[in-house]
């Protein structure tokens, strides 16, 4: 039996609640992709991202990717409308992304390493995967931002510098790159949101915040930098700050589902539950699968009601989606606990 009403500091911990975004995706967050790509490998994991155009925005046309296997051979998928992909039951292993059948982009290939121990939960990694264009020249400049044409080569290089330092998993020589790509460009508001999210990869969160600050004075526009932001005020527990950040954010994008899910978890943080409850559940309509976690702050904010069997539902839901969860044996004895209470 459980007492009529649970607190929300008990259910926190009675639930192990995680925090299911990983710093490898703060590049720039859009939408999750409407067109989940099952792989049939026969495995847990995932492979999720962006595909973003030269002028560093998602790319708003469907692209063609391969994903390759040393050992099952090619699949074939493509991005959603807005440059994002998602890779389903992923085992370990080695696995290759490519992009060639562009006409107006140079091929791009990135390598990811899954690794996962005997025991360990499902894991999920992201790509932000960033085409360059065959020949800048032949193209009409209406094609181009403005922003990277203002650009300076010099600046511009050590942008790309940069991305390819994170590509490689080297996120101090990516920020050392930008501080230099910063220095002979200052206006240079998507280096200073780059500089912010390795920063966050490296888990230097006021560094982060200064960065995305930095491109919010040039661009207070940026819907990069704002969700950026709001994310990393949540992720310093600065909830009050993280809110009309967010908030701004998805005025300007309605459809990211990652907005969405950081926004309701700092007001249930704030004990704004029916807000949060709000926000959970778009992230959960828009998301999907990928927003599994929102089932298991759901399962807080209605026990905390003392709505055990939506609770209980809540949590079954969670379940479903990752039945290989660390504390799931604990999670199955909750769901028992709050279905039998009155």
Same mark, same amino acid.
């Given at each position: 039996m459980v007492h009529s009403r649970l607190s929300w500091q008990h259910l926190v911990g009675a639930l192990f609640l995680t925090l299911w975004f990983s710093g490898s995706v703060f590049a720039q967050i859009s939408s999750i992709t409407d067109n989940e790509s099952q $792989?049939?490998?026969?495995?847990?994991?995932s492979i999720v991202g962006t595909v973003?155009?030269?002028?560093? @925005?998602?790319?708003?046309?469907?692209? +063609? +990717? /391969?994903?390759?296997?040393?050992? /099952?051979?090619? @699949?074939?998928? $493509?991005?959603?409308?807005?440059?994002?992909?998602?890779f389903r039951g992923l085992p370990p292993g080695s696995y290759t992304v490519t992009i060639d059948k562009e006409a107006d982009y140079k091929p791009v290939t990135q390598t990811v390493d899954i690794i996962q121990f005997r025991g360990a939960p499902a894991q999920t990694y992201t790509l932000n995967? @960033?085409?360059?264009?065959?020949? /800048?020249?032949?193209?009409?400049?209406?094609?181009?931002?403005?922003?990277?044409?203002?650009?300076?080569?010099? !600046?511009? !290089? %050590?942008?790309?510098? !940069?991305?390819?330092?994170?590509?490689?998993?080297? %996120?101090? !020589?990516?920020?050392?790159?930008?501080?230099?790509?910063?220095?002979?460009?200052? +206006?240079?508001?998507?280096a200073f949101n780059e500089l912010g999210v390795q920063y966050l990869k490296l888990g230097r969160l006021p560094e982060a915040d200064q960065a995305l600050?930095?491109?919010?004075?040039?661009?207070?526009?940026?819907?990069?930098?704002i969700i950026n932001r709001g994310i990393v005020n949540f992720m310093m527990k600065r909830y009050g700050e993280a809110v009309p950040l967010l908030r701004k954010a998805l005025q300007k994008d309605a459809r990211s589902a990652v907005g969405h899910y950081f926004l309701?978890?700092?007001?249930?943080?704030?004990?704004?539950?029916?807000?949060?409850?709000k926000e959970l559940l778009a992230s959960l309509e828009l998301g999907k699968e990928e927003?599994?976690?929102?089932? @298991?702050?759901l399962a807080i904010i209605y026990a905390s009601r003392g709505a055990r069997k939506q609770a209980a539902k809540e949590l079954e839901a969670y379940l479903k989606l990752a039945p290989e969860a660390p504390d799931a044996k604990k999670l199955k004895e909750t769901i028992r606990i709050l279905r039998d209470s009155n």
């Open positions: $792989t049939g490998l026969g495995g847990m994991n973003f155009a030269p002028s560093g @925005r998602p790319v708003e046309s469907r692209v +063609l +990717l /391969r994903l390759s296997t040393a050992t /099952r051979g090619d @699949r074939n998928f $493509t991005t959603n409308q807005t440059g994002n992909f998602a995967i @960033r085409l360059q264009f065959k020949d /800048r020249t032949v193209l009409k400049p209406a094609v181009l931002n403005v922003e990277f044409l203002n650009v300076p080569k010099k !600046a511009l !290089a %050590h942008y790309d510098s !940069a991305i390819e330092h994170s590509r490689k998993g080297n %996120h101090l !020589a990516a920020v050392e790159a930008l501080k230099q790509a910063t220095a002979e460009y200052p +206006l240079f508001t998507q600050q930095s491109a919010l004075k040039i661009d207070p526009d940026s819907f990069a930098a309701g978890q700092a007001l249930a943080n704030l004990g704004l539950f029916e807000d949060a409850e927003m599994k976690e929102a089932h @298991r702050i």
